[in-house]
């Protein structure tokens, strides 16, 4: 089986392309990748050496697609994945659209011309702030938790948030460009007839994750708390209680395997997946963990709210375990172990990832 991966010497894409490689015997993989993001050279030849074909190429240029090999699936995971982008200084609105929506069509138009599948990884971010901040939620062991004694919306329980939760703006830019992104790509694939499956993750998180604050939280906080770099606990009360479960690729990369083996061609074709409630952590939480594993280092205290930032989410993902026998096989424990690890090894990464 070939496979194509836009954005493969990202974080997400090099770690599914090294995941789906041994979990699969006859996988051929190839990727295109624009460079841009600082770090994603490193990743270049640790995948030339795992066999994939890398070529260099922008998905916003339509002339790039031309001499792609042809694949049976695409996995898009080429995005600006930062909540923030379009609204903070470095990235604007117009480049937003450009990198996670128009440059989508090319890919959807590659699927078309070569019948391929489309793996479209989405993000929890396509939900209603406003439903999301007013959720019922008290404080234990210095972290939010869903109060289930009152009442909930639909589509949200102690598991998690479900597909059925509410997507009503604001969403933030970001969340509305995966949103569209997600309704675009299932009509692409209805009307020309090539299966596509959207999995909405949780925070993907591991070691060689270029994280910044504004995204890969945990690799960002993991490695700036042992480089004693300032830390800060932003918005609610700024104490660090704001919680999100953390996600290896290398379980999505189970779940796209099993979406890869699935012939169904009709019901339900979005899912909802993450770490869950077992893997889930507040920044207070994780502080904690990197004090007793580093040292002492305590963060700064800011209450003043930030664009989007949301309490609690954490992804409930039932639905693939019932329907593709998903399951978490990398525990929260081991993932920040492995990212603490990498920034023993790696003093300067937060430097290579452009910090």
Same mark, same amino acid.
């Given at each position: 089986?070939?496979?194509?991966?836009?954005?493969?010497?990202?974080?997400?894409?090099?770690?599914?392309?090294?995941?789906?490689?041994?979990?699969?015997?006859?996988?051929?993989?190839?990727?295109?990748?624009?460079?841009?993001?600082?770090?994603?050279?490193?990743?270049?030849?640790?995948?030339?050496?795992?066999?994939?074909?890398? &070529?260099?190429?922008?998905? *916003?240029?339509?002339?790039?697609?031309?001499?792609?090999?042809?694949?049976?699936?695409?996995?898009?995971?080429?995005?600006?994945?930062?909540?923030? $982008?379009?609204? #903070?200084?470095?990235?604007?609105?117009? #480049?937003?659209?450009?990198?996670?929506?128009?440059?989508?069509?090319?890919?959807?138009?590659?699927?078309?011309?070569?019948?391929?599948?489309?793996?479209?990884?989405?993000?929890?971010?396509?939900?209603?702030? =406003?439903?999301? $901040?007013?959720?019922?939620?008290?404080?234990?062991?210095?972290?939010?938790?869903?109060?289930?004694?009152?009442?909930? =919306?639909?589509?949200?329980?102690?598991?998690?948030?479900? *597909?059925?939760?509410?997507? !009503?703006?604001?969403?933030?830019?970001?969340?509305?460009?995966?949103? $569209?992104?997600?309704? &675009?790509?299932?009509?692409?694939?209805?009307?020309?007839?090539?299966?596509?499956?959207?999995?909405?993750?949780?925070?993907?998180?591991?070691?060689?994750?270029?994280?910044?604050?504004?995204?890969?939280?945990?690799?960002?906080? &993991?490695?700036?708390?042992?480089?004693?770099?300032?830390?800060?606990?932003?918005?609610?009360?700024?104490?660090?209680?704001?919680?999100?479960?953390?996600?290896? =690729?290398?379980?999505?990369?189970?779940?796209?395997?099993? #979406?890869? *083996?699935?012939? *169904?061609?009709?019901?339900?074709?979005?899912?909802?997946?993450?770490?869950? $409630?077992?893997?889930?952590?507040?920044?207070?939480?994780?502080?904690?963990?990197?004090?007793?594993?580093?040292?002492?280092?305590?963060?700064?205290?800011?209450?003043?709210?930030?664009?989007?930032?949301?309490?609690?989410?954490?992804?409930?993902?039932?639905?693939? !375990?019932?329907?593709?026998?998903?399951?978490?096989?990398?525990?929260?424990?081991?993932?920040?172990?492995? &990212?603490?690890?990498?920034?023993?090894?790696?003093?300067?990464?937060?430097?290579?990832?452009?910090?």
């Amino acid at each position: 089986m070939r496979v194509l991966i836009t954005g493969i010497c990202g974080f997400a894409g090099s770690a599914l392309a090294e995941s789906l490689l041994g979990r699969r015997e006859g996988l051929s993989i190839a990727g295109i990748d624009n460079l841009m993001r600082p770090g994603s050279e490193t990743n270049r030849n640790r995948l030339r050496k795992m066999g994939v074909e890398f &070529i260099h190429g922008d998905i *916003r240029q339509s002339s790039d697609f031309e001499n792609l090999p042809a694949a049976d699936w695409v996995i898009d995971a080429a995005a600006n994945p930062s909540v923030l $982008a379009g609204v #903070q200084a470095g990235f604007s609105s117009r #480049q937003l659209f450009e990198h996670n929506l128009s440059s989508l069509v090319n890919v959807l138009e590659y699927c078309k011309k070569h019948s391929a599948g489309l793996i479209l990884v989405s993000s929890s971010r396509v939900y209603s702030i =406003p439903a999301l $901040a007013s959720l019922p939620l008290r404080d234990e062991r210095n972290a939010f938790v869903l109060d289930c004694s009152a009442p909930l =919306p639909p589509g949200v329980s102690a598991e998690g948030v479900t *597909r059925d939760f509410s997507t !009503a703006p604001p969403i933030s830019l970001y969340g509305s460009l995966k949103l $569209a992104a997600e309704t &675009i790509a299932l009509e692409y694939g209805e009307a020309f007839g090539f299966p596509v499956w959207i999995d909405r993750c949780g925070v993907l998180a591991g070691a060689g994750q270029f994280g910044t604050p504004d995204q890969g939280i945990f690799s960002y906080w &993991i490695h700036a708390h042992h480089a004693r770099r300032p830390l800060r606990y932003i918005g609610f009360d700024g104490a660090g209680k704001q919680v999100r479960d953390a996600f290896h =690729p290398a379980d999505l990369a189970g779940l796209i395997d099993a #979406q890869f *083996r699935t012939g *169904r061609r009709r019901g339900e074709r979005i899912y909802t997946v993450g770490g869950g $409630a077992r893997n889930a952590c507040s920044l207070a939480m994780l502080n904690a963990w990197c004090d007793a594993r580093f040292g002492p280092h305590p963060p700064a205290s800011d209450p003043r709210p930030r664009p989007y930032d949301v309490p609690w989410l954490i992804m409930d993902s039932r639905d693939a !375990a019932v329907d593709f026998g998903f399951k978490i096989e990398t525990p929260l424990e081991k993932i920040l172990e492995q &990212i603490a690890a990498h920034a023993e090894a790696h003093s300067q990464w937060l430097e290579t990832s452009g910090l």
